[in-house]
């Protein structure tokens, strides 16, 4: 399972860091940590519909307590988890080579069929807009609309796609392994959202080709929106940016 990979691979990098402060909350579940070389927030998109039972058998809340829960079935866990994981790799990423550009700039015009992991409606105007023959693919039935796919289809249709767009949320409802597996003709694969904030040498040989992310600039801008549950007050204290997985 490559969350427990991830897992392992995060787990290494936590020395020096001390979580600071967390919060399991819509719409992101954000946790902020801090080290000799200041701080970083991860956040991961809190799926409410995937939650079954409000429990959390963690304890005595810590970086590491909540790391090790990355592969736990437990959605508060798993959520919490890859918000930390998130902001170990913001405190150690580098992006002097990344792209501060758009998902959208990545897609070539001769790209054939494109696949959407998740029902994002402006991505998906812009696609139609241009032409691309697209397939949207959603589990949450309230994000459907008359073109969009159940993702029971995507075992079926991805084998079929020559460029996957994937909400990163799929690492919080763990479908991202048979996503990657069902999608081996796909020459570019991206997470896209932020929940994507991982770095991206954990995702090394998976098959994912990019990252499309958000770097906070403003922590203060940034907490604020998390706190008070808003999208656009938590993005405007971020930058997009794009990296390749080596």
């Not at 000799?36 to 963690?58: C, D, H, I, W």
């Not at 812009?126 to 008359?146: C, P, S, T």
């Amino acid at each position: 399972m490559l969350l427990g990979r991830i897992k392992r691979e995060a787990l290494k990098l936590t020395k020096g860091l001390r979580l600071v402060d967390f919060g399991f909350a819509l719409p992101y579940t954000w946790v902020l940590v801090q080290g000799p070389e200041g701080r970083a927030l991860g956040v991961a998109m809190t799926l409410p519909e995937e939650v079954q039972r409000y429990r959390n058998s963690v304890t005595e809340p810590s970086l590491e307590a909540f790391i090790e829960r990355a592969d736990s079935i437990n959605s508060i866990e798993r959520t919490l988890a890859l918000a930390a994981i998130n902001a170990v790799s913001q405190y150690h990423i580098d992006l002097a080579d990344a792209e501060w550009v758009d998902v959208l700039d990545l897609i070539p015009e001769n790209a054939g069929k494109v696949a959407l992991i998740g029902n994002m409606p402006p991505l998906v105007r812009e696609l139609r807009a241009r032409g691309y023959e697209i397939y949207v693919f959603e589990r949450n039935a309230r994000l459907w609309d008359k073109d969009t796919f159940s993702d029971a289809l995507e075992y079926h249709l991805l084998p079929e796609m020559d460029a996957v767009i994937a909400s990163a949320t799929c690492l919080v409802n763990g479908t991202i392994d048979m996503l990657l597996e069902r999608s081996k003709r796909a020459k570019l694969f991206v997470l896209t959202g932020p929940t994507g904030q991982l770095l991206p040498e954990f995702l090394k040989g998976t098959g994912v080709t990019h990252l499309a992310a958000m770097k906070v600039t403003d922590f203060e801008k940034a907490l604020l929106g998390l706190k008070l549950g808003s999208f656009k007050g938590f993005e405007e204290g971020n930058k997009k940016y794009v990296v390749e997985v080596p």
